[in-house]
């Protein structure tokens, strides 16, 4: 124990037993404030456990001297280095890349912790060689024990969770939800890795970088797949501070944001091509269960989740509209 904290090594837990001959990972983590501090050191421990004898974890500090430091001193089996490319995850991520050295790179949130068996999944999923990408469950673990009861299922990426429409078993995607994913690095450096054009910079909540990155991995290497591996899953925090309306709208407008910069870069049928089918199936699913008679003797919340949808989804037209209208504007 350091100062009240428990210092993770490779001995807490075991690491799994793994064969020499399977393919590395380079396991990395992305940090930036100390309020996650006990989160991320689930992160780290879940990880370690599931590493192989060729595995690696980065955890990369994104401009935080005292996270920095503090982290050095309970975590002396994690490499960890600051971000030295352009602040946020985008920079944060790339520096993790070149940071590693295994043929796969798999990328965890500070606030996700793998369930048993990620890792494994993971690796598993890359023996088909057309595989350049992979996604993985994301479940909510919502601070409080559960999502306030306006909150639609169909949202859950809004706090960087899978959401009701997903695939439900192994499929190609457009792109994984950021928070748990896994990609070649041979591919990751064909393409250049993430653009700072998209991405969450601290607590700005934007995104949608590992879906520009996604599309133009596709687009320069047509025969390569991005998949969804529902065996590989997280649990990914969700703190009360992300669990009120002012947020979930905010939230949505800056996805509006982030989507019109990715069509700028990508173009609108890649950009919004996994959007339409949500708009036009998963969204209109929603808001008649919403208004359903019997669903509301039932439940009389389902109208305040068909609201909350309504609102989500004008919410992020709005934000898609104000970034192709705002001259200067990063879409």
Known sequence: MINGHEILTAES??????????PGISVVVCAYTEE????????CRSVLAQLGPRDELILVIDNNERLHRRARTAMPD?????????????????????SGAQDIVAFLDDDAVPRAGWLEHIRSSFEDPATAV???????????GRAPRWFPAEFGWVVGCGYRGQPTRRETVRNPIGASMAMRRSALHTVGGFSHVVGRVGTLPV?????????????AMPHLN????????????VPRQRQNLRYFVRRCFYEGCSKRAVAKLRGNASALSAERTYVRRV?????????????????????????????????TVCGFAYAALK????G
Do not use: K, Y
């Open 13 to 22: 837990p075991p690491r799994a037993d793994r064969s020499a001959a399977e």
């Open 36 to 43: 996650r501090w006990a989160a991320l050191t689930d992160a």
């Open 78 to 98: 994690v490499r960890i280095v600051g971000n030295t490319g352009a602040r946020g995850l985008s920079g944060a991520r790339n520096t993790g890349v070149a």
């Open 134 to 144: 992979v996604g993985t469950r994301v479940l909510p673990r919502w601070q409080g």
């Open 207 to 219: 995104g949608c970088e590992e879906t520009e990155l996604c599309i133009r991995l596709v687009q």
């Open 226 to 237: 991005v998949v969804f591996d529902p065996r590989a899953a997280v649990d990914h925090l």
């Open 283 to 315: 969204l209109p699913a929603a808001m008649l269960r919403g208004v359903s008679p019997a669903r509301l003797r039932r439940d009389p919340a389902e109208l305040l989740r068909a609201g909350a949808v309504a609102l989500g989804l004008a919410s």
């Open 327 to 330: 001259r200067g504007s990063v």
